[in-house]
């Protein structure tokens, strides 16, 4: 078959496709993680921003990886002393909690 | 009401504005009311590939900043009386336009347009956003390279959150283009094939269009290359291809290497 000239290319393409599939797992990993913190950060500001007024640069969070499992730390400065609903129900309408 | 529809790719150079002009040269010949939207602010080309650099008045910045009004800045195609153009500015401040003016002017233009073809730039950036911002539909274009399908790939994901369809909790259409696609090359298991690029981008194809000596020559002449080159391969995949988004079924082909080798000979003698 290859008489004249001897074929030494291997065919490319197939190297393309391994290197393309390789390469989008790590960017979904990449992608992923970064977009998990921060609709985290967004749901949880909103979460917690429906019941006090909190300041969006004060929600911080944090995730620690070790090998086996990873772990969040979220970190949120509320403007009030935290009180228990039952004493909130009976301060209603002081204006410490802000509803939306 | 028009349909918006953004091209968009991600990476540069794939074809997006080649396509843009495409396309809106083939649905004005097909008698439908067609503008075609440069937004790539600072860089634009869109006018180059039309032919129409010499009229350019004003552009996107001038009505998004009120400084002119649409019908000012509108060129009409001098070839295709449906075919209109509303070139970018040349300025640099990539901030001058708006996310309001920019919505205010697709407005008018959905009002006055049966398609408004936006061609996005390159990129991820703000110019890139704006482009899909207001858009019912995208047109993914991408060659079979891996840069190309990687930077695809990643947009996909913003098509599917940028646009305000979206985040008012409608769907929004996406179509893949796959452009310079050489069979040959593919047959010689030198290029991704079809199959390995919509095994990536798992998005409804709207065409496959040719690598061709064609668009270049097209954008030479400053003409679309559905009006210049309408015999050609290239042109057919286009008209096709803007029949599959108004909604015909036309069925699709794959190119294949399938000359023998008196006429490949042949072809290569004519190049």
New interface residues.
């Given amino acids: 078959m290859n008489r004249i000239p001897p074929r030494t290319q291997v065919?490319?393409?197939?190297v393309?496709?391994e290197?393309?599939?390789s390469?989008?797992e790590h960017?979904r990993c990449l992608?992923n993680h970064t977009d998990l913190l921060s609709v985290l950060r967004e749901e949880i500001y909103a979460l917690v921003g429906r019941h006090a007024a909190i300041d969006p640069n004060k929600v911080h969070i944090m995730v620690a990886s070790s090998n086996t499992a990873s772990t969040l730390s979220v970190d949120i400065e509320v403007p009030f002393r935290v009180r228990t609903s039952a004493t909130r129900r009976m301060h209603d309408g002081e204006g410490v909690f802000s509803y939306r | 009401m028009g349909k918006v529809i953004v091209v968009t790719s991600g990476k540069g150079g794939v074809g997006k504005t080649t396509s843009t002009a495409a396309f809106g040269a083939a649905l004005a010949r097909a008698g439908q009311k067609v503008v075609v939207v440069d937004f790539d602010v600072g860089l634009r080309n869109l006018d180059l590939v039309m032919g129409a650099e010499q009229c350019v008045e004003f552009d996107l910045t001038n009505v998004v900043q009120g400084t002119a009004n649409l019908s000012q800045a509108l060129l009409r195609d001098k070839r295709l009386e449906l075919l209109y153009l509303l070139p970018a500015s040349q300025t640099r401040d990539k901030d001058a336009l708006t996310e309001d003016g920019v919505a205010n002017v697709i407005c008018e233009l959905r009002d006055k347009f049966e398609w408004v073809i936006c061609d996005s730039p390159a990129g991820i950036e703000r110019g890139a956003t704006l482009a899909m911002r207001f858009a019912d539909e995208a047109i993914i274009v991408a060659n079979p390279e891996i840069s190309s399908v990687r930077d695809s790939s990643r947009m996909l994901g913003l098509v599917d959150s940028r646009p305000l369809k979206v985040e008012t909790g409608g769907r929004l259409e996406k179509h893949l283009l796959i452009t310079r696609y050489d069979p040959e090359r593919v047959a010689r298991g030198e290029m991704l094939s079809v199959m390995d690029v919509t095994a990536i981008l798992p998005i409804p194809l709207l065409g496959i269009i040719p690598e061709s000596e064609e668009v270049l020559r097209a954008s030479n002449l400053g003409a679309p290359i559905t009006v210049c080159g309408r015999e050609s391969a290239v042109s057919q995949a286009y008209f096709d291809a803007a029949r599959r988004i108004r909604g015909d079924r036309v069925k699709m082909t794959i190119p294949s290497d399938n000359k023998n080798l008196l006429t490949k000979w042949l072809g290569r003698r004519a190049a």
């Avoid at chain 1, 065919?11 to 197939?14: C, I, W």
Wanted: aromatic fraction near 0%.
């Fill in positions: 065919n490319s393409a197939p393309a496709r290197r393309l599939q390469l989008l960017d992608i």
